[in-house]
C-alpha cells in the first residue's frame, strides 16, 4: 500500500464548476499538507500550505486537512481553463525534509 | 530573480553510459532537494543537500547514484552505468533554510532518455 493515494483521474469539469481534489494517506507523522499544482512539462508549484487539521483559503482555493481521517482536499471554485494541470498532494512529517507525494490528478477544465 | 534552473532540460544516454544532472537554486537558498518522477507515478524523494554536505540520501539507491552540492557551482546528481529504468524525469528543489515550514521552490525537471 502506498503511503499516499490520489486518485489519477482524469477528471474534466466545465469553467466554472466547483472542483473537488482528494488524498488519503497512512502515515499518522504526517503534521504538514501541501498541494501542488504541475502543468506539463514543468516543475511542481506550490499552491496551498497547511499544518494540522483544519482549513485554509486563498483566492478560490481551500485546503482542508482532517487527520482524524487522513483525508485531505483540495477545492478549486469558478474554475478555469488555465487551471488544467496535474494536481499533485504532498506531506510531510516535520521530522525530515523530504516530501512524499501523491501521484497527482490531472484535471481539464472545459471553457 | 531567477528561479531554480536544471540543465540539461532533456539528456539521452544509451545504457552504460553515465548521465550528470545539474541543478542550481535559487538565490540565497543553500538546501537542495532531489526527486525522481517515473512516468504515471507521483514524485519520489531521492537526497536533500545542504553546501557540502549530504543530510538525508534515504531515498537514493544504494548503487549507481551520488549527489554533491559543493561550496561552489550547482548541485550535481550523477547516475553511473545507467539503465532503462533510470528513464524519469529528475526534479531538482530549494528552500532557503532547513526549516520545515520553508517552501521547497521546484526546478523545470531534467527529463533522461536511456536507449
Known amino acids: 500500500q502506498k503511503e499516499v493515494e490520489q486518485d489519477p483521474g482524469p477528471l474534466s469539469v466545465p469553467e466554472g464548476a466547483i472542483v473537488s481534489l482528494n488524498c488519503t494517506y497512512s502515515n499518522s507523522a504526517f503534521q504538514y499538507f501541501m498541494w501542488y499544482r504541475q502543468y506539463s512539462r514543468k516543475g511542481p508549484e506550490l499552491l496551498m500550505y497547511?499544518?494540522?487539521?483544519g482549513n485554509k483559503e486563498d483566492g478560490r482555493f481551500t485546503a482542508q486537512v482532517d487527520k482524524s481521517s487522513k483525508y485531505i482536499s483540495l477545492f478549486i471554485r469558478d474554475s478555469q481553463p488555465s487551471d488544467s494541470a496535474t494536481y499533485l498532494c504532498a506531506m510531510d512529517p516535520g521530522s525530515a525534509r523530504q516530501l512524499t507525494f501523491g501521484s497527482g490528478t490531472q484535471l481539464t477544465v472545459l471553457p | 530573480n531567477a528561479g531554480v534552473m536544471q540543465n540539461p532540460r532533456h539528456l539521452v544516454r544509451r545504457r552504460g553510459q553515465e548521465a550528470r544532472l545539474r541543478c542550481s537554486p535559487m538565490?540565497?537558498?543553500?538546501?537542495v532537494y532531489w526527486y525522481r518522477q517515473l512516468p504515471e507515478e507521483g514524485l519520489k524523494f531521492m537526497v536533500y543537500?545542504?553546501?557540502?554536505?549530504?543530510?538525508?540520501e534515504s531515498g537514493m539507491p544504494k548503487e549507481r547514484f551520488s549527489a554533491e552540492f559543493p561550496k561552489e557551482g550547482p548541485s550535481i546528481l550523477r547516475i553511473q552505468q545507467v539503465v532503462r529504468g533510470d528513464s524519469a524525469a529528475y526534479f531538482c528543489?530549494?528552500?532557503?533554510?532547513?526549516?520545515?515550514?520553508?517552501?521547497?521552490?521546484f526546478g523545470p525537471g531534467t527529463r533522461l532518455t536511456v536507449l
Open positions: 543537500l545542504q553546501k557540502e554536505n549530504i543530510i538525508d
Open positions: 538565490k540565497g537558498h543553500s538546501h
Open positions: 497547511t499544518y494540522s487539521s
Open positions: 528543489a530549494s528552500s532557503s533554510t532547513g526549516v520545515v515550514t520553508d517552501t521547497q521552490y
